[in-house]
T-cell receptor
Framework: SAVISQKPSRDICQRGTSLTIQCQVDSQVTMMFWYRQQPGQSLTLIATANQGSEATYESGFVIDKFPISRPNLTFSTLTVSNMSPEDSSIYLC??????????FGSGTRLTVV | DQQVKQNSPSLSVQEGRISILNCDYTNSMFDYFLWYKKYPAEGPTFLISISSIKDKNEDGRFTVFLNKSAKHLSLHIVPSQPGDSAVYFCAASARGGSNYKLTFGKGTLLTVNP
């Protein structure tokens, strides 16, 4: 199964700034997924990133707030822009794991102050 | 509107006993269900899955049961071990249309006491 390296593991950021989260996969994958888990809530899909095309965003998420890059088949970044305290969450990247389920990165715990 | 619900935020059981975690869903298009386990400071780890054409899937100490008519699934852990203490997420997808999006529940914190 794929191994995902995600960084940073955590960060504390000032409101109004931006943070870029990186995910590196040890094998080539077509789709990469970005999730958010707000405190006490379920994991919510932000967007699906395909290499060579624009990311597909879920309802309630927009590219200006969460720009995504997918320069190749093993790497993706998610930027949380113009942060506010409401953006404090755990952000996770994920790839499809064979025919069953998905493999997740270890997550980025973001606190906006 | 939550399509996947885990109504018990927490569950505590004794080591050696059975743990039963429950999950309900509302979307009849869901045809594939998964359970993930999450330790603090780690990402969710795939545990077990079940297709809607089955009503049971077993993997060692873990068994998932699916009741399609009730739109309900459960994860049984027997016997429970202290290392099973983690947050368990139920997830579902509608794979019939090649849509691999996962919809998650809020999770249940399982504590297994020695």
């Amino acid at each position: 199964s794929a191994v995902i390296s995600q960084k940073p593991s955590r960060d504390i950021c000032q409101r109004g700034t931006s943070l870029t989260i990186q995910c590196q996969v040890d094998s080539q994958v077509t789709m990469m997924f970005w999730y958010r888990q707000q405190p006490g809530q379920s994991l919510t899909l932000i967007a699906t990133a395909n290499q060579g095309s624009e990311a597909t965003y879920e309802s309630g998420f927009v590219i200006d707030k969460f720009p995504i890059s997918r320069p190749n088949l093993t790497f993706s970044t998610l930027t949380v822009s113009n942060m506010s305290p409401e953006d404090s969450s755990i952000y996770l990247c994920s790839v499809q794991r064979g025919a069953n389920g998905y493999t997740f990165g270890s997550g980025t715990r973001l606190t906006v102050v | 509107d939550q399509q996947v619900k885990q109504n018990s935020p927490s569950l505590s059981v004794q080591e050696g006993r059975i743990s039963i975690l429950n999950c309900d869903y509302t979307n009849s298009m869901f045809d594939y269900f998964l359970w993930y386990k999450k330790y603090p400071a780690e990402g969710p780890t795939f545990l077990i899955s079940i297709s809607s054409i089955k009503d049971k899937n077993e993997d060692g100490r873990f068994t998932v049961f699916l009741n399609k008519s009730a739109k309900h699934l459960s994860l049984h852990i027997v016997p429970s071990q202290p290392g099973d203490s983690a947050v368990y997420f139920c997830a579902a997808s509608a794979r019939g249309g090649s849509n691999y999006k996962l919809t998650f529940g809020k999770g249940t914190l399982l504590t297994v006491n020695p």
